[in-house]
């Protein structure tokens, strides 16, 4: 029977079922951070358990880490507590790769994986992060956990679960100069809503997906949990093989040779069956820009702020005016008009070595506007930033009047020193516009690489399109 | 993890769709190593007036008296009613965290995001989705009457309303029966050893370079 890439992947991982479907499932990578893994380790402890796989473990420090002055050290006490038990816990239980902080190959957690080559095709990978959909771009099972089940890998290599149901998205054609995986993502999540992937494993196909590159992959999936679904998917073909070729943790020799074999039917059956298919043609997408805080709150940058008196549904009316409230907006206003205080170009979203080429093309030669307080370039992991300074993209973004910063999620989430302050106004590559997410009272407009690039040029909103 | 089988509280409603786990609670927090003590937090930006910061003694802070939760009619709720996609956002298992130790055990929407969904169930707290039509019930209800209390009874899985309407639910039977004993899924899963360790040895034979 022709099956679904996801069903292929789920039978590969099933270690036995329960009468009711809920199956436990073989966990081949942990990935793990600083936030959301101690209460797992000490919880371990507390129950006298062992950690079942130590070599399935793969760790760095990420979210609290600070983005300059590390010679400082993380002056936060709380934030230097918790990457501390991370350091503690990962030198008592063991794992295949640590990256602590300082460390020159560390990073955010889902850009480290795929760089070293830990996320393989096929596997199936966790994470206690719900971004862990970005390695779905390997055609990996890839899915964020909470901590109790981050305990549950540890103490069984296992997930207790039940088998998703299938979404295929497709998308033919091929995407205009200017606009990237990040619109394309933003403009799905338009299309489907933040709920619309709820309960779905969530395939990207069609000749456009294909012409992504790895990392266009990465952001596309990444963004899927924004979708609601819990896991993206892209099938393996030559784009995949050529960017694992090499990788420290990806096979070599006699064993590369078997595993690309077994790799290459990781895809779709042709006649396979979903449960449901969203079609897409790469043409109509335009560069988009959020205006409330919701990733589904989007249009493209050449639309307006909408105008909640046009929307029929109560619920969201209200919800539509309560985001204009927060963030400062009324209705009707031209994107373009929008001015901005802050830019942010990073995150698991966008901070590999694609991101930053495209931004710093854009920035190349040009100035950052007066008016911008803070532009901000942090990089993905160390070995991105060694890339690009390699180069030669830090100069071109100093020289504009960026700040070019060490790797961690920074912004994205603003638990270490880097946040807007109330009313700030702010364009970031990353993935949650939600209220507060950058700061208390801070306002988001999620947007791709060369688009906050551009921001931060005009210091408003403009198409990027347009400069290329 | 404590039981649930059957709760008759006090429902507050929070009218909103798409409540994510940045909301529920905001990141400053996600500090702690511990995973108790979040219940001050809950729903910090939406409570207080001021930026909340860990360590600080929220008793003396400024309370948003229009929040629902900080109604005084709405005080030791242990129901919680909202609309569609709450949880959306990060896995923070911190979210249920602070549902709970605020006194939440049950919570009623139209959706529920998934991996927090999934969160609910591993600390006792029961999420029940219910139709558009039962949940606009549910709001008018509560909004009419003050003090409004509801029966959730896991084991039939209905929903008792005070004017007797019956309101089915339905939940796996796998994480119904997990929740009715409080039971511990890392030692049910730890039965399954044998079938885990013979799982691993055929794959590491099979796909080798999945355990370089
Ligand atoms: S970059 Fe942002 S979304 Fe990604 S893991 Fe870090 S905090 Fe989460």
């Not at chain 1, 149901?165 to 990237?180: Q, S």
């Not at chain 1, 942090?378 to 830090?394: C, I, R, T």
Request: with cysteine.
């Amino acid at each position: 029977m022709s099956q679904t890439l996801y069903e292929k992947l789920w039978l590969d991982h099933v270690v036995h079922q329960e009468a009711d479907g809920t199956a436990l499932i073989y966990i081949d990578r942990h990935l793990v951070h600083e936030v959301t893994s101690p209460q797992a380790f000490e919880g371990l402890k507390l129950a006298g358990r062992k950690p079942w796989r130590v070599s399935s473990i793969v760790a760095t420090a990420d979210h609290n880490t600070p983005t300059d002055h590390w010679d400082r050290g993380i002056e936060d006490p709380v934030s230097r507590l918790q990457v501390d038990t991370l350091d503690a816990n990962v030198h008592e239980v063991g794992a295949l790769a640590y990256f602590p902080f300082k460390d020159p190959r560390q990073g955010i957690v889902h850009v480290v994986g795929p760089e070293i080559g830990a996320t393989l095709p096929g596997m199936s990978v966790v994470c206690g992060d719900s971004h862990t959909s970005t390695h779905g771009a390997f055609a990996c099972l890839a899915q964020g956990i909470g901590t109790s089940e981050v305990e549950h890998v540890l103490a069984t290599q296992c997930l207790l679960q039940k088998k998703s149901k299938t979404m295929l998205l497709r998308v033919n054609g091929k995407l205009a100069k200017g606009v990237a995986a990040k619109d394309l993502a933003l403009a799905i999540i338009g299309r489907i809503g933040t709920a619309g992937g709820t309960g779905y494993a969530m395939e990207f196909a069609g000749s456009a997906i294909r012409g992504l590159s790895m990392e266009g992959r990465m952001t596309l999936c990444n963004m899927a949990i924004e979708a609601g679904a819990r896991l993206g998917l892209v099938a393996v073909d030559e784009v995949t093989i050529d960017y694992l070729r090499g990788r420290p943790f990806a096979p070599s020799d006699a064993q590369w040779e078997q595993a690309v074999a077994a790799w290459r039917g990781l895809r779709s059956d042709a006649d396979a069956r979903f449960d449901g298919v969203v079609e897409m043609r790469a043409e109509d997408i335009r560069p988009q820009v959020t205006w409330g805080t919701s990733p589904e709150m989007v249009v493209a940058v050449d639309a307006c702020v909408p105008d909640p008196a046009n929307e029929q549904d109560p619920v969201r009316r209200e919800g539509w005016e309560r985001a204009l409230r927060y963030m400062g907006l009324r209705p009707n206003v031209p994107i373009r008009e929008i001015r901005l205080d802050k830019i942010f170009i990073g995150s698991c979203t966008n901070s590999r070595i694609e991101d930053l080429r495209a931004a710093a093309a854009v920035a190349n030669g040009r100035k950052v506007a007066e008016s911008i307080k803070l532009a901000l370039v942090v990089p993905g992991s160390g070995l991105v930033k060694q890339q690009a300074e390699s180069e030669g993209l830090d100069r071109i973004f100093r020289a504009a009047g960026f700040e070019w910063r060490q790797p961690g999620c920074s912004m994205c989430l603003a638990m270490n020193a880097d946040r807007l302050d109330a009313g700030e106004r702010c364009a970031s590559t990353s993935n949650r516009n939600f209220e507060g997410r950058q700061g208390g009272g801070g306002r988001t407009h999620l947007v791709s690489p060369e688009m906050a690039a551009a921001a931060a040029i005009a210091g408003h909103f403009c198409d990027v399109s347009e400069w290329l | 993890m404590d039981k649930f089988i059957r709760l008759e509280g006090l429902v507050a409603p929070l009218d909103r769709a798409n409540v994510d786990t940045d909301a529920i609670i905001p990141k400053q927090f996600l500090k702690s190593i511990k995973r108790s003590g979040f219940g001050p937090n809950l729903f910090d930006e939406w409570r207080y007036l001021d930026v909340g910061e860990p360590g600080r003694d929220n008793s003396q802070r400024p309370l948003n008296d229009q929040f629902v939760l900080n109604q005084p009619r709405f005080m030791g709720a242990q129901i919680l009613l909202t609309r569609q996609n709450f949880g959306c956002g990060s896995s923070r298992e911190h979210a249920p965290w602070a549902l709970l130790d605020f006194g939440f055990r049950a919570l009623i929407g139209e959706s529920f995001a998934d991996i927090f969904y999934n969160n609910c169930f591993k600390n006792g707290i029961l999420p029940i989705v219910l139709p558009a039509a039962d949940i606009d019930g549910l709001f008018a209800l509560v909004e009419a009457n003050p003090g409004c209390r509801l029966l959730v009874d896991l084991e039939q899985q209905l929903v008792v309303r005070p004017d007797g309407q019956v309101l089915p639910f339905s939940v796996d039977s796998f994480r119904r029966e997990c929740l009715l004993n409080g039971w511990d899924d890392i030692g049910l899963s730890l039965r399954h050893a044998d079938l885990i360790r013979a799982f691993e040895e055929k794959r590491r034979v099979e796909k080798p370079w999945l355990f370089a």
